[in-house]
């Protein structure tokens, strides 16, 4: 099972990678497909690397004495909000054009997304149904007013991309805010129900 999600984190970077300059001559496809495939490369990296991980073997009378200390991310939340930081940021037109004319920008985009997705994953197996539907409003929310401010604005925001091409991202960022949390629910439906019905 490992090896089918290596393949698959290696897949999305090689599409995000390989396919750079049609990927990002839109700015649609930039901040709605490339940026999701690295995010994605990430996340399937780090489910592959725990389902080949080997749980250290621990005595049962030491799992039964032993406290649980505070973490480092404890519940998700630091990770969470850092990925939530992260995704606000790449929602900047200047960045989209940064990561087009600056390599140091170009470096973070491609090294640190599928960082951001390493911690998302890690983030979400911690978090409880409560917190995972705060910041996944909260995303959704940002992700639509930020839509609308592209389909609002008379001016391009971009450098690197045409008014129309902005307005193609703004809908697509309101059609994002909208599919998420269907996609979401439809994944995470029992432990919803469970936790509506106690």
């Given amino acids: ?23 990002t001559a ?6 709605l497909v490339q940026i999701p495939l690295l995010v994605l ?26 406290r649980a200390g505070w973490s480092y991310n404890e519940y998700g ?12 940021g790449w929602m900047i037109p200047k960045a ?3 990561a087009l004319t600056d390599w140091r920008v170009a470096a973070f985009k491609y090294l640190g997304l599928p960082l951001c997705g390493w911690v998302l ?12 539907l705060f910041f996944l409003g909260n995303f959704c929310w940002m992700s639509a007013i930020v839509g609308m401010v592209y389909l609002d ?3 391009r925001l971009c450098n690197a991309y ?21 996609c979401w629910l439809l994944a995470e439906l029992k432990p919803v129900w469970r936790f509506l019905n106690r």
């Fill in 77 to 88: 939340v630091p990770g969470l909000l850092l990925v939530s930081l992260v995704g606000a």
């Fill in 162 to 182: 045409l008014q129309d091409d902005q307005d193609w991202a703004g809908r697509g960022l309101i059609a994002l805010a909208i599919v998420l949390p269907s």
């Fill in 153 to 155: 604005q008379p001016i």
């Fill in 26 to 31: 839109l700015m649609s496809l930039h901040m």
């Fill in 41 to 66: 490369a990430g996340l399937f990296a780090e489910q592959a690397w725990r389902a080949g991980a080997r749980p250290p073997a621990v005595p049962v009378e030491a799992q039964a004495g032993r």
């Fill in 121 to 132: 994953r890690a983030s979400l197996r911690c978090s409880n149904v409560v917190i995972k």
């Fill in 1 to 23: 099972m490992a090896r089918l999600w290596w393949a698959a984190a290696l897949i999305c970077l090689g599409i995000a990678a390989g396919l750079r300059a049609p990927l």
């Fill in 96 to 98: 989209l054009d940064d």
